[in-house]
Nanobody, 121 residues
Framework: QVHVVESGGGLVQSGGSLRLSCTAS????????MGWYREAPGKERELVAS???????NYADSVKGRFTISRDSAENTVYLQMDSLKPKDTAEYYC???????????????WGQGTQVTVSS
């Protein structure tokens, strides 16, 4: 049973901070990367930040300098520290895990259930 579970969303005022957590469990193979996506009403889901098993990070331009993605030593949990939040950051945030093992013909993607982040002006 594979589970990807997020938590940490909530209400915050502009300029405030939130820290999201995501734990991926039950995945047999090593996870190549994990990331955070967000989906605002009327807009498509977009990548916010990602981190590979080697520690390489990637951020959307809109959150650079404000958000920080990290992982624990076991690489089964990732965090998204969100500082200087803006109303435009309001969205449902989803955790994503990617497993790729080309020799075995394996490519799996797993999604969490989502956690709501609302930033008031």
């Amino acid at each position: 049973q594979v589970h990807v579970v997020e938590s940490g969303g909530g209400l915050v005022q502009s300029g405030g901070s939130l820290r999201l957590s995501c734990t991926a469990s039950g995945i047999l193979f090593s996870i190549n990367s994990m990331g955070w996506y967000r989906e605002a009403p009327g807009k498509e889901r977009e990548l916010v930040a990602s981190i590979t098993s080697g520690g390489t990070t990637n951020y959307a331009d809109s959150v650079k300098g404000r958000f920080t993605i990290s992982r624990d030593s076991a690489e089964n949990t990732v965090y998204l520290q969100m500082d200087s939040l803006k109303p435009k950051d309001t969205a449902e945030y989803y955790c994503h895990a990617l497993v790729i093992r080309e020799r075995e013909g394996i490519r799996y993607e797993y999604w969490g259930q989502g956690t709501q982040v609302t930033v008031s002006s």
